[in-house]
Each structure stands twice: as structure tokens, then as C-alpha cells.
């Protein structure tokens, strides 16, 4: 395992967010995490990444403890998120954008190195290529996600946490989304997929887990829980 979560417990005051959560991520694999509004998906990235105070419970990265790790020491490691919203620099170009996401690499590595890297990155996102001249916020709702992920990759990372990546897309450009996401894994990624789209998420996963109201509800492989009844009525509309 990449990353092990451990009977994780985090609290918003007396508002009991997590409640002994426990997720493993397989190194290489999609693992999904699903749930409905408010069940804590977005507070599971926060976790790893360091952005709330955790109660109880412990995060492992390659059997390391991380904790209490700040958040700029997590990103060091190689966790990178996509965060929900996307969270670009509008007024910045698409290259730019890319080069923000490779900040910690700047220090250590040469600029060549990098710069082959979006070479890379670019020929995964075609029409990021095409506009990479063109301010983020001039993008498509769906180019502005994959300039999200694109931006996650410049890290070079050992494991990506993606939120709710289709918030806000057509159907059909969700999909291209959810395509890019199989086929960054085919490359070797390791990705966290939090979802409220649970047939999509289910889809691509190879395990995953049901959140509700900040607990595990049910987990397994993922096709075995696109066929659960009760996943099938509360989350996929059968
Ligand atoms: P959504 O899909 O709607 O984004 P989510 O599954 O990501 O939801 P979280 O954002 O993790 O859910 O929220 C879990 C619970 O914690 C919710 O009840 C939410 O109201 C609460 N919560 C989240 N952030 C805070 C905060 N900063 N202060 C207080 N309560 C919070």
C-alpha cells in the first residue's frame, strides 16, 4: 500500500467529520471513494494533505507516519491533489499553470528535465498543447479539469487525490475526464478518485469505498459494488 489510512477520526468543532475512517491505496491502482453531499469525501483529502487537525487515527505514505506532517512536507513526498473547483490561476497561461504545479521540482532539478516533462504532459493533453498560450481562465470547464490533472502530473507524483473531478461538466465531457483518469493509471498512477458520480467513479476504480455521513459504509471491488443492490438504489438510481 501507498498510502494507509487508519481509523481516522476528524472533527469541525463538535461536527464528528470522519469517523474512524479507513481507506488503503494500492500502489498503481484507482481506488474510489463515493458518497453523497456532506459525507466527508472532501475532508479525506484535506486529511491526508495536512489541512485539518486530526483527532484520532494515523495516515501512512510507504509505511512512513505522515500525520502530523505539515502540508508543504506531504506535497515533498509526492501526494498531489486535484483540488474540487480545480483551483487554477486564471489570468495565468496554461504553460504557467503547468510550471506552478512543478514549483517544488524548480529548486532540485534542472530546468531541461522539467521542461521535457510538459513536453510529456502535453502530448497526454493535446488541447492544453494547442492553447498553451491561452490564459486558464479563457479554458472550457473540461480543459480547465484537465489542466487541473495536467498540473498534478508537473509534480511528478507518487500519488494523486482528484476531488470530485466531473463537478460541474457535461455528461459527455465528465466522461473524456473519467477516460483521461483510466489511462493515467494504464501509465502507472496511483490515484485516489473522490466522487459524488458513483456509477462514473465505480466505472474506472478498481476498489473502492461508500462514505456516509463520515463513516465507511461499505467497500470491495469496485465492479462487485456497481452490481450491489444497495449501492445500485441509493447511488446509481436503479
Ligand atoms: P460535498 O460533496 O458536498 O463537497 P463532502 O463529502 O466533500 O461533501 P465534506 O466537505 O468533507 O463533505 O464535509 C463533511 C462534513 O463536515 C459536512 O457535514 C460539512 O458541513 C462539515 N464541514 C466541512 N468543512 C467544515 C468546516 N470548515 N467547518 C465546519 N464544518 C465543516
Known sequence: MIIKIKDLDVFYKNIHALKKVSVSIENGKIIGLVGGNGAGKSTMIKSITGLVPIKNGKIFFNDRDITRLDSASIARLGISTVPEGR????????????????????????????EKDIKKIFELFPRLMERKNQTAGTLSGGEQQMLAIARALMAKPKAILMDEPSTGLAP?????????????????????????????????SDYAYV?????????????????DESVQKAYLGV
Not at 483551483?87 to 529548486?107: C, E, H, I, S
Not at 465528465?174 to 490515484?191: D, H, M, P, Q, W
Not at 462514505?211 to 452490481?227: M, N, R, Y
Open 211 to 227: 462514505l456516509e455521513s463520515g463513516k465507511i459504509v461499505l467497500k470491495g471491488k469496485a465492479s462487485d459494488l456497481l452490481k
Open 172 to 204: 459527455l465531457i465528465a466522461k473524456e475526464i473519467f477516460k483521461v483518469i483510466k489511462s493515467l493509471k494504464n501509465r502507472g498512477y496511483t490515484i485516489l478518485l473522490i466522487e459524488q458520480s458513483a456509477r462514473m467513479a465505480l466505472k474506472i
Open 87 to 114: 483551483r487554477l490561476f486564471a489570468p495565468m497561461t496554461v504553460q504557467d499553470n503547468m510550471n506552478l504545479g512543478a514549483y517544488l521540482r524548480f529548486k532540485n532539478e534542472k530546468k531541461k528535465d522539467i
